[in-house]
């Protein structure tokens, strides 16, 4: 006979936060969201913490380069997905590890003899604007000098023209030596007034670009995440399918964190593949999931996960529940695999951390989320509305949205995520749609973050830590629910004040 769960299967809709005391030392500007994204020994920090509780799904819509900038750059961390080819996935994850670091290995380099044209194409692959110009056109040659999109243009120059005669020569360009430290270099960046300091050995060949640009990143956003070498970090996601392939590949191109990714993660399948990852690459923090219950979670703990995604059937472009009547209601998933994360802890002296993916519809959810134990949340329509995802922005009469797909629609043709059998999908598990354009990342979650801190502030906790153990929840019935909304005829246009 079937097992029955007596509990009701339960969305973060049908939850309130309940107020507690807010201490005088507990404000907007004292929150620290700081979170573990991986197994870590209970009372230790974590070899890779979060600055801000947020991740964006491994999803063809969701994770490029560029939103994994963005979000590194404002304490998250981005997997990018792996319905790709191994190479075009490879040079993702370089795109991001390359865009930021105190000490900058170029990846725009020419040789002096090579035409102005051909500096143009380079510039427009790489999308940067300083080139440096090597003896052999590598980013390790000799350093012959530099040029930058401000010594030519290439409708004023004849782009037949060598590069050497617009380049500014190594014997008119400061540089500095091997031994140099950052600040050092910054420094100099400020006080002889200069955009970008190489970096060379004692023979002259070219080790780093330092940029002005990368100190007015530190300032801008303060709680970056970065690695030891000052590079944002980025995750990737992989499969069980090709992963002994994909997986080194991945890691010699400096990817932080992995994650397998399977729309049903309790699975023989992915407790091998995580096994394999462990054994051959230990050094390196790779997930799990995804499960929607204490028994999964601590199947793939004990595989080796370092942190497992809580989620089956509930984001927003999901149809599996209405496909295979499979799920469970967001809220109660994240509640029981929380409970089974720490008594996994008190066991084993180890605390997996736990992220909730799919059910999160409204800025509040994210709160709740965290208040009934995960760690960390996996967005997917979320980041999918911001200019830095892949979807393509479109007019509507009622104004721009942004194309989504799920990785279950025909669209993505990821069917090994699925394994539905064959070499594709035998059936849909997600949809194509639109989502409302939201504008640029930064300042969407940055007010999206402002709510978080708010609402731990009447909380009365100061750190997720503390929002874990001291938040009170209650149960909404439907009127409840409908009380929470305005109730009132909504002004359409500003009032007049005279």
């Not at 009469?397 to 059998?421: C, H, I, L, P, T």
Request: glycine share 10%; proline share 4%; with cysteine.
């Amino acid at each position: 006979m079937a097992q029955i769960m007596a509990e009701v299967s339960r969305t973060f809709n049908e939850f309130l936060l309940l107020p507690n005391r807010t201490r005088t030392d507990c404000s907007p500007a004292t929150v620290d969201l700081r979170t573990p994204l991986v197994r870590h020994t209970a009372g230790e920090a974590s070899a890779i913490e979060l600055h801000s509780p947020f991740t964006s799904a491994i999803m063809q819509a969701v994770s490029t380069p560029e939103l994994a900038i963005a979000l590194a750059r404002n304490g998250g961390l981005s997997f990018l997905h792996h319905n790709q080819s191994i190479p075009d996935q490879v040079a993702a994850v370089r795109q991001v590890k390359n865009f930021k670091a105190g000490f900058v290995t170029s990846d725009t380099n020419v040789r002096p003899d090579e035409s102005l044209g051909v500096l143009v194409g380079i510039m427009h692959r790489t999308g940067h604007s300083t080139a440096a110009v090597t003896h052999d056109g590598t980013a390790t040659g000799r350093l012959l000098g530099l040029v930058t999109s401000r010594d030519f243009h290439p409708q004023r120059h004849d782009l037949a023209e060598p590069v050497s005669g617009r380049m500014t020569g190594i014997a008119d360009l400061p540089h500095a030596g091997p031994d140099t430290t950052l600040s050092e270099a910054n420094a100099r960046l400020w006080d002889e007034r200069l955009d970008c300091l190489p970096v060379l050995d004692g023979e002259g060949n070219l080790q780093h670009l330092v940029f002005r640009s990368d100190y007015t990143d530190n300032k801008r956003f303060p709680d970056q995440v970065v690695d030891a070498g000052k590079r944002l970090r980025v995750g990737a996601g992989v499969n069980t399918h090709d992963y002994q392939e994909r997986v080194p590949a991945l890691l010699e191109a400096g990817a932080d964190a992995l994650c397998f990714d399977s729309s049903d993660g309790y699975s023989d399948w992915q407790a091998q593949a995580l096994t394999w990852v462990k054994k051959n690459y230990p050094e390196i923090p790779v997930g799990g999931g995804n499960v929607v219950d204490g028994e999964a979670f601590t199947f793939l703990a004990e595989a080796g996960a370092d942190f497992v995604k809580v989620g089956v059937g509930g984001g927003s472009i999901c149809i599996t529940r209405d496909q295979k009547g499979i799920g469970r209601g967001q809220a109660s998933a994240v509640l029981d695999v929380a409970a089974a994360r720490d008594a996994f802890c008190e066991r084993t002296g180890e605390y997996v951390p736990i992220c909730s993916d799919g059910g999160l519809v409204h800025d509040y959810h994210v709160a709740l989320a965290l208040a009934m134990g995960a760690d960390f949340v996996m967005m997917g329509r979320y980041f999918a509305r911001f200019d830095q995802a892949a979807g393509a922005k479109l007019p509507t009469r009622d104004g721009f949205v942004k194309e989504y797909w799920g990785e279950g629609s025909n669209r993505a043709r990821n069917w090994q995520r699925y394994g539905q059998g064959g070499q594709g999908l035998v059936f849909e598990e997600g949809v194509d749609g639109y989502v409302p354009y939201a504008g640029d990342l930064n300042e969407g979650l940055a007010l999206t973050i402002a709510k978080l801190k708010t609402t731990m502030v009447s909380c009365g906790s100061a750190t997720l830590p503390e929002f874990h153990s001291t938040a009170r929840l209650t149960l909404v019935s439907d009127q409840s629910f409908q009380e929470s909304h305005a109730n009132v005829t909504l002004r359409d246009t500003p009032p007049t004040v005279s």
